[in-house]
């Protein structure tokens, strides 16, 4: 190897407690992207748990664990949705049936090989989830209905650099990150998720949208795609983008695509 590459995190990190240890912090570390170290909180304090990473649909992250901590930061209120962009509407019998059919209808994309990626980089997409629980006392979120998620993951499986043209600003990623990502619900801090499936996640979106916008030749999709993992807390190396670039992808007109 060349050399060793040096590691910028992306936001400040906050100093750690004086009962933490090198083990008993969770760190992303790879090389080629990072994101916040986590501490645990001490044995005496809390029973042992799994330590998770917390933000908000704006990409600002809240390293406090608990809601008793004062210092703990609320998560924000996303932005309101992009004017103009196209709304994808489903309710309880289109997530029953799995039916992808209400995006299609919204956005015209019928294809995923027929995709024009600069017709929704400005008008961005969003969803309005009209769901009826079958107890309205139900405490859980969308998030939390496995039938919602099951749909969500047809249709990443369909589309799978969707993520890339959701309506960022209003929090869509965020929700979207949601249906496909183990996490809890805080009431003080909102999404809490499980940091190591966030990380495949962020992952696996960085290498499918970065090719896609490529191989459309859309400009500057190493920063498109930065801004995404930016967005869900991390920051992304050009290391990765100059390993991605010297070992190309020739996508076909057909991969990743379900028949619908």
Do not use: C
């Amino acid at each position: 190897m060349a050399g060793t590459m040096k590691l910028k995190p992306l936001l400040p990190l906050s100093p750690l407690p004086e009962q933490a240890t090198t083990s008993s912090i969770s760190r992303i570390s790879y090389g080629l992207f990072t994101s916040l170290p986590i501490p645990h909180a001490s044995a005496s304090h809390r029973p042992q748990v799994s330590v998770s990473v917390a933000f908000n649909p704006r990409g600002n992250f809240d390293i406090s664990l608990f809601d008793e901590d004062n210092d703990a930061t609320k998560a924000e209120h996303p932005m309101p949705p992009t004017e103009g962009r196209f709304e994808v509407v489903i309710d309880n019998d289109v997530v029953t049936r799995l039916d992808l059919s209400p995006f299609q209808a919204a956005t015209g994309i019928k294809s995923p090989s027929l995709v024009n990626p600069k017709d929704f980089l400005e008008r961005r997409i969003g969803f309005t989830i009209n769901y009826a629980r079958e107890d309205p006392g139900d405490p859980r979120e969308l998030s939390e209905f496995p039938e919602i998620r099951l749909w969500f993951v047809r249709l990443d499986a369909t589309y799978p650099w969707l993520p890339i043209l959701l309506d960022w600003r209003a929090g869509e990623l965020a929700r979207y990150a949601a249906m496909l990502v183990p996490h809890q619900m805080n009431m003080k801090m909102g999404v809490v998720f499980n940091p190591e499936a966030l990380e495949l996640f962020v992952m696996n979106k960085v290498f499918v949208a970065y090719s896609w916008l490529k191989h459309h030749d859309i400009p500057m999709p190493k920063l498109r795609t930065k801004d995404m993992a930016t967005m869900l807390g991390f920051g992304i190396g050009d290391e990765l983008y100059d390993l991605i670039d010297k070992h190309p992808l020739h996508l076909s007109s057909s991969s990743n695509e379900e028949r619908v």
